[in-house]
């Protein structure tokens, strides 16, 4: 028997609809706590001289509680219970993690990138505050979140030196060249050139893939866990990060704009690559059932890993998975 049938084999999940709406449930009680959380971060500059009714502030303020589904930080939360990590640890390692996502978004959005006025349901950032105030926000949420990281609160909720520098670092290297920045780059570079499978899986793996990866990752970093069970947990995610984005250009290419919140049809008008246009929506349909069902393996063949932990990660999955149909 392979690992993957050993793992679907090990790990029982129900019929579709059943895990998403589970996980619909945990994240309907988490969330509100993300939201606080999130809030309490940039509630710390209300008052500093500099930052009070800083045009600034209220612009990264509309970059973040803007709603949203959360994903990243609750695969951080996921992650953590299942190797027993502390939650309020974990919470901040969350947070770092929204500021890095609402960044990015504020930076994609952004005429010189993608060109957006719309973004989950409501002007976008720059539309709102101005290019520049924009610009400068997704500056300022990238270091607050490093900050986050790097705060003496982490130290006094137990974590060492040594476990910052490591949450830190692997930030740095999902945003960065190696990741987010670098796919981005790459989806910029070949808009409107066809792009080879594995070019444009690279692609993706690290303008999506590489920040959900760290968010599992870095949530699996709040506790403890062995060699053999982190080794699957990177595979799991990888296949959730690059799930997620295949899911998305089904949804753009399906869906209209009050669904998505964003505008529709996006990557089509701009000719960028998306897994739609490599393998049309019902290929790019299969992909994404053949990843969800190899991140679910992974996750079966995992020894130590706590049981409730192991079934929010693989309904998160499953969320991911069913937002297509």
Avoid at 262 to 279: C, S
Wanted: glycine share 8%.
């Amino acid at each position: 028997m392979s690992d993957m049938e050993r793992g679907m084999t090990a790990l029982n999940i129900p019929t579709v609809g059943i895990s998403a709406q589970r996980f619909n449930d945990w994240a309907s009680v988490v969330r509100p706590q993300i939201e606080v959380a999130l809030a309490q971060g940039l509630d710390a500059y209300a008052t500093h001289s500099v930052a009070q009714n800083s045009p600034l502030v209220a612009a990264m303020r509309h970059g973040v509680m803007n709603g949203g589904k959360r994903v990243r930080a609750l695969a951080v939360l996921a992650a953590a219970h299942l190797v027993g990590g502390s939650q309020q640890v974990a919470m901040q390692v969350a947070v770092a993690l929204e500021y890095i996502h609402a960044y990015s978004l504020i930076h994609d959005d952004l005429p010189c990138m993608d060109d957006d006025d719309l973004r989950r349901g409501q002007p976008t950032v720059h539309i709102q505050y101005g290019q520049a105030q924009a610009l400068l926000a997704g500056d300022a949420l990238q270091t607050l979140a490093f900050d986050v990281l790097a705060s003496e609160r982490l130290t006094q909720m137990g974590l060492t030196a040594a476990q910052q520098l490591q949450l830190i670092r692997t930030l740095a290297h999902a945003s960065g060249v190696v990741g987010m920045a670098g796919g981005q780059a790459i989806d910029c570079h070949h808009v409107g050139q066809p792009l080879s499978a594995d070019i444009m899986q690279i692609m993706h793996s690290l303008k999506t893939g590489a920040l959900l990866h760290a968010s599992v990752m870095m949530g699996a970093m709040c506790g403890t866990q062995d060699a053999r069970d982190a080794t699957y947990l990177s595979r799991y995610a990888d296949d959730l990060g690059l799930l997620f984005q295949v899911v998305d250009d089904i949804l753009d290419a399906s869906q209209d704009t009050a669904t998505l919140g964003k505008t529709a049809g996006k990557d089509a008008d701009a000719n960028k690559p998306t897994y739609v246009q490599a393998m049309g929506i019902e290929g790019a349909r299969g992909f994404a059932q053949k990843l969800y069902t190899s991140a679910l393996a992974h996750l079966g063949n995992m020894s130590n890993a706590e049981q409730q932990g192991t079934q929010h990660l693989a309904d998160l999955a499953s969320y991911c998975h069913e937002r297509i149909y």
